[in-house]
């Protein structure tokens, strides 16, 4: 080998060297994050079970059985021709099929669960519930698919039945009573009636746009074979609502049965909350407008990363206040009331997601992995007591609840962020340990809030 050669391969053996003792500095200098991190990942947490107000009684679940089983009887019924057919039917039969199979399973996995029902989480009633109405939609998607190839169900007819469920779906929403003498009770309660609720209109919503798909296939390119059967499918999915809405209605009426009860009272809180949703609204434009979202004359703050998402990905209660759903609405409101509450905490910390890569902040950040545990511990530890002092309390579980969501977020990224240990720059790095560490900075002033929340709403 030449002396050139000799130079190039030593420099090369070098550079390798030097890379290696580099990423082995980068390991030996976070090694004390990483222990701190691990141990915020190994943390005990506070934890909350999923809670309901909507009551399912042995005698309703019986009811959803029964249904059930004669929609799939009456399936079983329309299918056997198609059921030599499938290997040569194209993929929109073969769905049709499936849809079919998963009502059949789960009318036999009801079986073992209403075995043992008594013993059952009002929870998991529900959720037992909600699979046999699942299994409705899907009985329901074959049914209509054997009855549009055999030209028992065109377009016409399920237009008229989607009227006539929508306006069914419009007869019961304008009836229900909001009783309650207690306020935040009757936010969370008459909320998740109200959710169920909105849970109709959307699938109602969505016979009409799968009607619409059906139309937009026929195209002047469309391939004729080939639209006859999406358009046999879309059919079969618009006429869903018109096998499933019925039964939904009459759970909401059975809760709303079981909630009156509860409430034992007749004061109809409709125009209480009303008024509180407009109160929330009006001190919320209040605070927002007092809050500088910009960190300096070319950055925002930290309080416009919080912010945005609930501007432009999150409903605002207004939409459902127009649909009547009044509950649900002032509950949506309260959860954005608490957000801009702890938004002032923020205003003075610069934005995270809006630094460019150039931008020197980028590098004054000296956050570690014991910062990170410190507010880790100190969240879990105010949510903690917040839970002991009132997590009987409906809507203070679901604001709990609603927060839990996003620190178990929080958490997950902090795994992600132990797996690029080695592979972030020391920038990238105490960014992302920033990152976390207002990730729970975020959850425990979320939590100190709710007691202000729960006063502007109208209970302690």
Excluded: K
């Amino acid at each position: 080998m030449d002396r050139r050669s000799l130079l190039l391969s030593a420099g090369s053996i070098g550079g390798l060297l030097g890379l290696g003792s580099y990423h082995q500095r980068r390991r030996l200098r976070r090694w004390d994050d990483r222990d701190a991190l691990r141990t915020a990942r190994d943390r005990d947490r506070p934890t909350l079970e999923t809670e309901t107000t909507l009551t399912v009684s042995d005698e309703h679940l019986e009811t959803a059985r029964d249904d059930l089983e004669e929609l799939l009887a009456e399936t079983r019924a329309a299918w056997p021709d198609f059921e030599d057919q499938l290997n040569d039917l194209p993929r929109e039969v073969r769905r049709a099929q499936s849809r079919l199979e998963a009502a059949e399973d789960t009318l036999s996995d009801a079986a073992d669960r209403f075995a043992d029902s008594s013993d059952r989480t009002p929870v998991e009633r529900l959720e037992l519930l909600e699979d046999l109405r699942d299994g409705l939609r899907s009985a329901g998607h074959a049914l209509a698919f054997a009855q549009v190839e055999r030209n028992d169900r065109d377009t016409d007819d399920v237009v008229d039945e989607l009227d006539t469920v929508e306006d069914e779906y419009e007869r019961v929403s304008e009836a229900i009573t909001y009783y309650a003498d207690d306020l935040p009770w009757a936010v969370a309660a008459y909320g998740d009636l109200d959710d169920y609720l909105e849970g109709v209109r959307t699938t109602i919503a969505s016979g009409r746009r799968a009607l619409e798909r059906g139309d937009s296939a026929h195209g002047s390119d469309a391939d004729p074979d080939r639209t006859d059967w999406i358009g046999a499918d879309e059919l079969a999915r618009a006429s869903i609502p018109v096998f499933v809405v019925e039964a939904l209605l009459e759970d909401i009426e059975h809760f709303e049965a079981h909630l009156h009860d509860e409430a034992d009272t007749t004061t109809d809180a409709a125009p209480t909350l009303e008024s509180r949703y407009e109160s929330l609204e009006d001190d919320l434009e209040t605070r927002l407008d007092a809050i500088d979202f910009s960190y300096d004359d070319e950055r925002s703050s930290y309080a416009r990363d919080i912010w945005t998402p609930f501007e432009f990905d999150r409903s605002d209660g207004s939409d459902e206040r127009r649909r009547g759903r009044i509950a649900l609405a002032v509950r949506l409101i309260a959860e954005r009331d608490a957000v801009v509450r702890t938004l002032e905490e923020f205003a003075d910390m610069p934005s995270l997601a809006t630094l460019n890569n150039d931008d020197p902040l980028r590098s004054s950040f000296e956050t570690t992995g014991e910062d990170v545990l410190e507010a880790a511990r100190s969240a879990d530890e105010t949510l903690e007591n917040r839970l002991e002092a009132d997590g009987d309390h409906l809507l203070v579980h679901h604001l709990c609840t609603v927060i839990i969501e996003d620190r178990d977020w929080t958490d997950t990224r902090l795994e992600r962020t132990l797996d690029d240990i080695n592979e972030d720059s020391d920038e990238e790095w105490t960014l992302a340990l920033e990152r976390l560490r207002l990730g729970y900075l975020e959850v425990e002033a979320f939590v100190t809030e709710l007691p202000a929340v729960l006063e502007a709403i109208g209970g302690t």
